[in-house]
């Protein structure tokens, strides 16, 4: 038996009461009510010591307390039973208040009951929230009414009588999570009630049904979203209609309960309110699970969705936050990105809904990915509803090792729990309770574990005014795992690319600045003590200013985070430069040949220049970059042309490089001209090369000499020629300007003087070594008469002018400058007299620009059906002649000494016939012609016969063979039909089949 026993005494009170209350119960009610309420007391004893309780007569008797705590439970409702008749039922009842502040003040209820048939005339106000002032009759004489509370605190009403009740009361709010003010009303039941309330003008009503009271308390914990104390929205069965305006400029809102008399009474702003998202609410859970390679946002919004289906929902994603998943139920949501809300950089993103959302707790499910940040104050990214009204809001952080928060600070939201990660995975959780839509939470999260180390391999490439750089870097850890490596870049250095080795490690990197700054690598596979990284990196630098050294600041783009290893540094320039080092014995020096295998690691195999190993307690490295002088070899060719009275100059420089590439090649000209040379590069003659003309001694300027120097478009490693041309004047002797390179490490000369068309030249030679002409190719267009070797560096200086000197001369006695080797007619006959002609000249030309046709006579410019040169199409033009005659003029090739030239024309005579006799129409040219042949096509059933100037053609059937003229001989076939041979082919010059 427990020490916890009741006292006989108790029982023998409560007896004693409920045989007095038997009695009472046929007493008038009245005195009833005038009997004093029963009071229990409670008197505990120690339950082993019986014989030192107070006895007397008295007789103790052992009950349980649960047993007593049931008997006095069953006393109690047999009393109340006896003691109050029936409440009376109410038939309506309307309210009316207005907000000041956050209180409902000058509220005025009026009750209709429904009196029973037994007579009985009280009324009690179960459950009644608001305070009550008074109470009246609703007649002319405003009688009160009877207000009393009993003892189980129950606000009832004496003495009822026909008509309304009227109760004025006022009701204090409280401030909600969202900045509403709520009020909690519990009203008797009644199956038509009405709440009138009048409010300023932005705020509006948001009923919901109030949590239900559990009967016994309970241990079992409740579901925080879903659970029997959550509020439910009243939507589907509670009607607000918005009332005309007062005076005050207030708006009057009537709510029709209907049978609800527990609700909960909310004044929101009135945007809340419109009718696009009237009565929607959301209530959000969301979960951070927070790693090194980002957060991973879940979302579940429960959603009651009254009055208006939700078909579509808005949603705004915080900078740096993406979308990946969104279902509701077992479906999946179509999102798309609408643009930007204006508000920093956040995303407005619409969920088309696969349904439309209608009633209470619809769940939505959405997932989204972002970066991390660490070693500072990051304000978590969040994704908020829009058009829906935000009600309640809870966060979990999910935080593994090897992060840690290190702070953590939230506004609107509270901590409301701590606890590690449920197993395997191991680090915290932490839970908060949002108070409002804007609520966030700021952490700090840090990574404590050991520092990174690393050894790192530098190849620099150096050349001109910027570098190139490879890094090769080693890391690994003694503990823990990085999922990120960062570095600072000097500040003339940009990286490029990042690899890795594994190259699934890789997850992203970033250079927060164009050059220097920081460098930081995301890796999809952490470096472990047991799983080490080589990373590959490439980076270049901006030009430099030009004959400034270069420091050891200089020379590694990249210094990493953590703990520094080894440091290796490999020298290499490009071609044509060149580096002196200073303070380099201060730094240890490797064999490039004799380095360890980990070594050549680094540096990416056997480096081809020095190397060195970094010591940060030597400083004092430098290196200085120079240009290599460039070598090379070079030939000059001068063609020197006479045409006319001017004299053209072309030179060829031939250049071939020893090692380092040629950016520029300076070329000296003696005597000098005032007449310009272009320059282009053999293979590029599209494009002319940039060259400026300066003094051959700047401090001793002199007219004798002339110095060009060309600059490359790109630098040159392979043998290339440049080529200039110019023309000068020719009226008087000029002596020839020859040209020689400064630059070439050797050189040698040669010029050919020549003439154009029947040009004549006189040349005087002072000292030049006269060559054979064989070795001149002759496929030019010019007549070459002379050519000469000369030494660039003894011949080509000021005192030597002269040593070449050309001149005009009277061209009697000169050859032709072009002529015809062979003209070969070909002629196409048709019975009617129509003819097709070529003419095809094969010439040989040293000079001529153009040649000239007179056409046949009968046979004009409109008949000539083209020209072609070497087997092309070229253009002719007529030219007209004093007796009227055709004549055209075709243009020769530059440059080509054996063209061969093709007229193609028509004729039109009389048909032939027996006896018809023809000549040759060949087109006269104004060069000569050294032989000609014809040869004819005759139609069928025709054969030519005749002498030697002339044809006639008939029909004579199969006749010898006969030659006739000295230099003309026609074959023709005989012994067949004509029809089966078709046209028959007659050829001069050689011997008939």
């Given at each position: 038996?427990?020490?916890?026993?009741?006292?006989?005494?108790?029982?023998?009170?409560?007896?004693?009461?409920?045989?007095?209350?038997?009695k009472a119960?046929?007493?008038?009610?009245?005195?009833?009510?005038?009997?004093?309420p029963?009071?229990y007391?409670?008197?505990y004893?120690?339950?082993?010591?019986l014989?030192?309780?107070?006895?007397?007569?008295?007789?103790?008797?052992?009950?349980?307390?649960?047993?007593?705590?049931?008997?006095?439970?069953?006393v109690?409702?047999?009393?109340?039973?006896?003691?109050?008749?029936?409440?009376?039922?109410?038939?309506?009842?309307?309210?009316?208040?207005?907000?000041?502040?956050e209180?409902?003040?000058?509220?005025?209820?009026?009750?209709?009951?429904?009196?029973?048939?037994?007579?009985?005339?009280?009324?009690?106000l179960?459950?009644?929230?608001?305070?009550?002032?008074?109470?009246?009759?609703?007649?002319?004489?405003r009688?009160?009414?009877?207000?009393?509370?009993?003892?189980?605190?129950?606000?009832?009403?004496?003495?009822?009588?026909?008509?309304?009740?009227?109760?004025t009361?006022s009701?204090?709010g409280?401030?909600?999570?969202?900045?509403?003010?709520?009020?909690?009303?519990?009203?008797?039941?009644?199956p038509?009630?009405r709440?009138?309330?009048?409010?300023?003008?932005?705020?509006g009503?948001?009923?919901?049904?109030?949590?239900?009271?559990p009967?016994?308390?309970?241990?079992?914990?409740?579901?925080?979203?879903?659970?029997?104390?959550?509020?439910?929205?009243?939507?589907?069965?509670?009607?607000?209609?918005?009332?005309?305006?007062?005076?005050?400029?207030?708006?009057?809102?009537?709510?029709?309960?209907?049978?609800?008399?527990r609700?909960?009474?909310r004044?929101?702003?009135i945007?809340?309110l419109?009718?696009?998202?009237?009565?929607n609410?959301?209530?959000?859970?969301?979960?951070?699970d927070?790693?090194l390679?980002?957060?991973?946002?879940?979302?579940?919004?429960?959603?009651?969705a009254?009055?208006?289906a939700?078909?579509?929902?808005?949603?705004?994603?915080?900078p740096?936050?993406?979308?990946v998943?969104?279902?509701?139920?077992?479906?999946?949501v179509?999102?798309?990105?609408?643009?930007?809300?204006?508000?920093?950089?956040?995303?407005?993103?619409?969920?088309?809904?696969?349904?439309?959302?209608?009633?209470?707790?619809?769940?939505?499910?959405l997932?989204?990915?972002?970066?991390v940040?660490?070693?500072?104050?990051?304000?978590?990214?969040?994704m908020?509803?829009?058009?829906?009204?935000?009600?309640?809001?809870?966060v979990?952080?999910?935080?593994p090792?090897?992060?840690?928060?290190?702070?953590?600070?939230?506004?609107?939201?509270?901590?409301?729990?701590?606890?590690?990660?449920?197993?395997?995975?191991?680090?915290?959780?932490?839970?908060?309770?949002?108070?409002?839509?804007?609520?966030?939470?700021?952490?700090?999260l840090a990574?404590?574990?050991?520092p990174?180390?690393?050894?790192?391999?530098?190849?620099?490439?150096?050349?001109?005014?910027?570098?190139?750089?490879?890094?090769?870097?080693?890391?690994?850890?003694?503990d823990?795992?990085?999922?990120?490596?960062?570095?600072?870049?000097?500040?003339?250095?940009?990286?490029?690319?990042?690899?890795?080795?594994?190259a699934?490690?890789?997850?992203?990197?970033?250079?927060?600045?164009?050059?220097?700054?920081?460098?930081?690598?995301?890796l999809?596979?952490?470096?472990?003590?047991?799983?080490?990284?080589?990373?590959l990196?490439?980076?270049?630098?901006?030009?430099?200013?030009?004959?400034?050294?270069?420091?050891s600041?200089d020379?590694?783009?990249?210094?990493?985070?953590?703990r520094?290893?080894?440091?290796?540094?490999?020298?290499?320039?490009?071609?044509?430069?060149?580096?002196?080092?200073?303070?380099a014995?201060?730094?240890?020096?490797?064999?490039?040949?004799?380095?360890?295998?980990?070594?050549?690691?680094?540096?990416?195999?056997?480096?081809?220049?020095?190397?060195?190993?970094?010591?940060?307690?030597?400083?004092?490295?430098?290196?200085?970059?120079?240009?290599?002088?460039?070598?090379?070899?070079a030939?000059?060719?001068?063609?020197?042309?006479?045409?006319?009275?001017?004299?053209?100059?072309?030179?060829?420089?031939?250049?071939?490089?020893?090692a380092?590439?040629?950016?520029?090649?300076?070329?000296?000209?003696?005597?000098?001209?005032?007449?310009?040379?272009?320059?282009?590069?053999?293979?590029?003659?599209s494009?002319?090369?940039?060259?400026?003309?300066r003094?051959?001694?700047?401090?001793?300027?002199?007219?004798?000499?002339?110095?060009?120097?060309?600059?490359?478009?790109?630098?040159?490693?392979?043998?290339?020629?440049?080529?200039?041309?110019?023309?000068?004047?020719?009226?008087?002797?000029?002596a020839?300007?020859?040209?020689?390179?400064?630059?070439?490490?050797?050189?040698?000369?040669m010029?050919?003087?020549g003439?154009?068309?029947?040009?004549?030249?006189?040349?005087?030679?002072?000292?030049?070594?006269?060559?054979?002409?064989?070795?001149?190719?002759?496929?030019?267009?010019?007549?070459?008469?002379?050519?000469?070797?000369?030494?660039?560096?003894?011949?080509?200086?000021?005192?030597?002018?002269?040593?070449?000197?050309?001149?005009?001369?009277?061209?009697?006695?000169?050859?032709?400058?072009?002529?015809?080797?062979?003209?070969h007619?070909?002629?196409?006959?048709?019975p009617e007299?129509?003819?097709r002609?070529?003419?095809?000249?094969?010439?040989?030309?040293?000079?001529?620009?153009?040649i000239?046709?007179?056409?046949?006579?009968?046979?004009?410019?409109?008949?000539?059906?083209?020209?072609?040169?070497?087997?092309?199409?070229?253009g002719?033009?007529?030219?007209?002649?004093?007796?009227?005659?055709?004549?055209?003029?075709?243009?020769?090739?530059a440059?080509?000494?054996?063209?061969?030239?093709?007229?193609?024309?028509?004729?039109?005579?009389?048909?032939?016939?027996?006896?018809?006799?023809?000549?040759?129409?060949?087109?006269?040219?104004?060069?000569?012609?050294?032989?000609?042949?014809?040869?004819?096509w005759?139609?069928?059933?025709?054969?030519?016969?005749?002498?030697?100037?002339?044809?006639r053609?008939?029909?004579?059937?199969?006749?010898?063979?006969?030659?006739?003229?000295?230099?003309v001989?026609i074959?023709?076939?005989?012994?067949?039909?004509a029809?089966?041979?078709?046209?028959?082919?007659?050829?001069a010059?050689?011997?008939?089949?």
């Amino acid at each position: 038996m427990t020490l916890r026993v009741a006292a006989l005494a108790a029982m023998v009170v409560a007896a004693g009461w409920s045989a007095a209350r038997c009695k009472a119960a046929d007493e008038p009610a009245a005195a009833v009510r005038a009997e004093p309420p029963l009071r229990y007391r409670r008197v505990y004893a120690p339950a082993d010591r019986l014989k030192d309780w107070p006895r007397g007569n008295a007789r103790y008797l052992p009950v349980d307390p649960a047993d007593f705590d049931r008997l006095i439970a069953a006393v109690e409702a047999r009393r109340a039973a006896a003691e109050l008749p029936q409440a009376l039922a109410l038939r309506s009842a309307q309210y009316k208040a207005r907000l000041v502040g956050e209180t409902l003040v000058d509220g005025e209820a009026v009750l209709d009951p429904a009196l029973p048939a037994d007579g009985r005339r009280r009324l009690t106000l179960d459950p009644w929230s608001p305070a009550v002032a008074e109470a009246f009759w609703q007649n002319p004489s405003r009688q009160p009414a009877e207000l009393s509370t009993g003892p189980d605190g129950k606000l009832a009403v004496g003495g009822v009588r026909p008509g309304p009740l009227v109760v004025t009361w006022s009701l204090r709010g409280r401030r909600g999570a969202s900045g509403s003010i709520e009020f909690d009303i519990e009203l008797p039941p009644c199956p038509a009630s009405r709440l009138v309330v009048e409010l300023p003008k932005h705020l509006g009503p948001v009923v919901e049904r109030l949590p239900d009271i559990p009967a016994k308390p309970t241990t079992q914990p409740l579901d925080e979203t879903r659970g029997p104390t959550a509020p439910r929205s009243l939507a589907e069965s509670v009607v607000v209609v918005q009332e005309t305006a007062v005076p005050e400029g207030n708006l009057l809102w009537r709510i029709e309960l209907g049978g609800h008399h527990r609700v909960r009474l909310r004044v929101a702003p009135i945007e809340h309110l419109d009718p696009s998202r009237l009565w929607n609410s959301v209530r959000q859970a969301t979960v951070y699970d927070i790693s090194l390679r980002g957060i991973d946002v879940t979302a579940q919004w429960t959603i009651d969705a009254h009055h208006v289906a939700l078909r579509r929902l808005m949603m705004e994603l915080d900078p740096g936050l993406r979308l990946v998943a969104a279902r509701y139920g077992e479906a999946a949501v179509r999102w798309s990105v609408v643009g930007p809300t204006g508000e920093g950089r956040k995303t407005l993103v619409a969920l088309e809904l696969p349904e439309p959302l209608r009633g209470p707790g619809r769940v939505l499910r959405l997932s989204a990915l972002g970066p991390v940040e660490l070693g500072r104050r990051w304000r978590l990214p969040e994704m908020r509803p829009r058009g829906v009204f935000w009600q309640e809001g809870t966060v979990r952080l999910l935080v593994p090792a090897p992060l840690a928060i290190e702070h953590l600070a939230a506004s609107g939201a509270r901590q409301v729990g701590v606890g590690p990660l449920p197993a395997p995975r191991t680090g915290e959780a932490m839970d908060l309770q949002c108070f409002a839509p804007a609520a966030g939470v700021e952490v700090v999260l840090a990574r404590p574990q050991s520092p990174l180390q690393w050894d790192c391999g530098t190849s620099v490439e150096l050349g001109g005014a910027t570098m190139s750089a490879q890094i090769a870097a080693y890391l690994q850890v003694a503990d823990g795992e990085q999922f990120q490596v960062t570095a600072d870049v000097g500040r003339r250095w940009s990286v490029h690319s990042v690899e890795s080795v594994p190259a699934e490690a890789l997850d992203d990197w970033t250079q927060d600045a164009a050059a220097g700054g920081k460098l930081s690598v995301r890796l999809a596979k952490g470096v472990l003590p047991t799983r080490p990284l080589r990373l590959l990196i490439a980076a270049h630098s901006l030009p430099r200013p030009s004959g400034r050294p270069l420091g050891s600041e200089d020379l590694f783009p990249l210094r990493f985070d953590g703990r520094a290893g080894q440091q290796l540094l490999a020298l290499r320039t490009r071609e044509g430069y060149q580096t002196k080092l200073s303070g380099a014995e201060r730094w240890p020096s490797l064999d490039p040949e004799g380095l360890a295998a980990a070594e050549r690691d680094l540096l990416g195999g056997s480096p081809r220049g020095p190397v060195f190993r970094y010591d940060p307690s030597a400083p004092g490295f430098r290196v200085e970059v120079e240009a290599q002088k460039p070598g090379f070899s070079a030939a000059v060719r001068i063609e020197a042309t006479v045409h006319g009275n001017s004299l053209t100059e072309a030179y060829d420089v031939r250049c071939v490089p020893d090692a380092a590439q040629v950016e520029r090649v300076a070329v000296r000209f003696c005597p000098a001209r005032s007449a310009p040379l272009r320059w282009i590069l053999v293979g590029e003659e599209s494009e002319p090369l940039s060259a400026q003309r300066r003094s051959a001694n700047p401090a001793t300027p002199s007219p004798q000499a002339e110095v060009w120097e060309i600059g490359l478009r790109r630098p040159q490693s392979a043998p290339f020629t440049l080529r200039a041309v110019r023309t000068v004047p020719l009226a008087e002797p000029q002596a020839i300007s020859l040209a020689s390179v400064p630059d070439a490490t050797s050189q040698r000369g040669m010029v050919v003087v020549g003439a154009v068309g029947d040009s004549a030249v006189r040349i005087r030679n002072s000292r030049l070594v006269a060559v054979p002409l064989e070795a001149v190719p002759v496929d030019r267009s010019a007549v070459w008469r002379a050519s000469y070797r000369y030494d660039p560096v003894a011949d080509a200086g000021p005192s030597s002018e002269g040593l070449l000197v050309v001149a005009p001369a009277e061209p009697r006695g000169q050859p032709p400058a072009a002529w015809v080797w062979n003209c070969h007619l070909e002629s196409r006959y048709a019975p009617e007299g129509t003819a097709r002609h070529a003419a095809v000249y094969r010439i040989e030309n040293t000079g001529r620009e153009d040649i000239t046709f007179d056409l046949p006579e009968g046979v004009s410019t409109d008949d000539v059906r083209g020209v072609w040169i070497d087997d092309v199409r070229s253009g002719w033009k007529p030219v007209e002649r004093a007796d009227g005659a055709a004549r055209i003029a075709v243009r020769l090739p530059a440059g080509r000494r054996f063209p061969v030239v093709s007229v193609h024309f028509a004729t039109s005579e009389t048909a032939l016939g027996l006896g018809r006799w023809l000549a040759p129409p060949l087109p006269a040219a104004d060069i000569p012609v050294l032989a000609q042949d014809w040869t004819l096509w005759m139609p069928p059933g025709y054969q030519a016969v005749g002498n030697s100037a002339e044809h006639r053609y008939g029909l004579l059937g199969d006749w010898p063979r006969r030659v006739f003229g000295p230099l003309v001989r026609i074959a023709h076939g005989a012994g067949e039909p004509a029809a089966a041979h078709g046209q028959r082919r007659s050829a001069a010059g050689s011997p008939a089949p």
